[in-house]
């Protein structure tokens, strides 16, 4: 998983792909629950490209995307948002990959 490093980057890469956004932060256990199984999932969804942004880091976007919950995934195809899995709760690998097979 690559790691979001600017704003400019965000606007770019959600325009020239498929993207997966994980939002997260290094403090955060249930976060660090799903680490372990997000190799397999990158794997499997090997048409989209996967990103980590770091809430703290970018919290203004986080905000401009209303995502108050972590860990939370948005996926963008070309620009358009295809959805969103976002909620304070505990992931589980299933679960995330269910909302992807979704979109």
Known sequence: MKTLESIDQYKKIINDGRVVLMFSADWCPDCRVIEPVLPEIEESFSDYSFYYVDRD???????ELDIFGIPSFV?????NELGRFVS???????????????L
């Open 75 to 79: 996926v963008y195809s070309f620009g």
């Open 88 to 102: 304070k709760d505990r992931k589980t690998k299933e679960e995330i990959v269910s909302f992807i097979n979704s």
């Open 57 to 63: 880091q970018f919290i203004d976007l986080c905000q």
